[in-house]
């Protein structure tokens, strides 16, 4: 849960720290583990453009964007499961001196995000990721009752799912800004009262996303009470 202290970077790119947290209690090396990590994201955002797409079909609206980065994460999907286009593209890389001295380093995050992203356990982790972002969908649908606001559960999950890919892709730290104005335009939208939308967008991401930094915040504290202060310095090694 340390990992989520950096929820609010963009994309969550910072919860690459989760894999160097195992490196220093496992010694495991991050080139090994850093492709759960990428898998992760790749299921967030692809259980989210799942609720999107049928949402942005079924309400008309947002279909480009929710098209646009779906086929993004499909093409990318697509190269990773190409062995042979993968291989022969790091077998080119080997020209660069640069780059050379990681190879060994790139072949083992390729070969552990080959693995992850194979049909069979790419279809249960994204099956798993669609269940932890319904709950997300459904803490937005219980807040909104709270304001007597009820367009029922598949719209608060269309509208919830859409802002937080607006946010991803805006690339700003937890997509700040972006997802917070996204969900209360689509509320105003639909004619609720600005301070009732700007509220229930608020509330949301407090029991969400910074709710979250809390949690890693204090798992952070623990883990090195138990396996002493992080040493970023070794990250590379």
């Not at 964007?65 to 291989?87: D, E, G, Y």
Request: hydrophobic share 50%; aromatic share 14%.
């Amino acid at each position: 849960m340390s990992g989520l202290i950096m929820s609010i970077t963009p994309g969550k790119i910072g919860e690459f720290l989760k894999s160097y947290l195992v490196k220093e209690v496992t010694n495991e090396p991050i080139s090994k583990t850093a492709p759960v990590i990428f898998a992760e994201r790749v299921t967030d955002f692809l259980s989210l453009l799942i609720i999107s797409i049928v949402g942005s079909y079924a309400f008309d609206y947002g279909i480009t964007l929710s098209i646009i980065v779906s086929a993004f994460f499909i093409i990318l999907i697509i190269i990773i499961s190409n062995k042979r286009l993968c291989l022969s593209i790091l077998t080119g890389l080997e020209r660069f001196t640069l780059i050379k001295k990681y190879l060994t380093s790139i072949h083992k995050t390729y070969e552990s995000s080959y693995q992850l992203l194979k049909p069979l356990p790419l279809i249960i982790m994204t099956i798993v990721s669609l269940i932890s972002w319904g709950f997300e969908c459904l803490g937005y649908y219980l807040i909104l009752l709270n304001f007597d606001v009820d367009f029922g559960f598949f719209w608060t999950s269309f509208s919830y799912a859409f802002a937080i890919i607006a946010g991803a892709v805006s690339l700003l730290p937890g997509g700040l800004g972006v997802t917070e104005g996204s969900l209360t335009f689509l509320l105003v939208n639909k004619g609720i009262p600005d301070s009732t939308a700007v509220a229930t967008t608020l509330l949301v991401r407090i029991v969400t996303l910074w709710f979250a930094v809390v949690v890693g915040i204090i798992s952070v504290f623990i883990y090195q009470r138990r396996f002493g202060k992080l040493n970023l310095d070794s990250v590379n090694n």
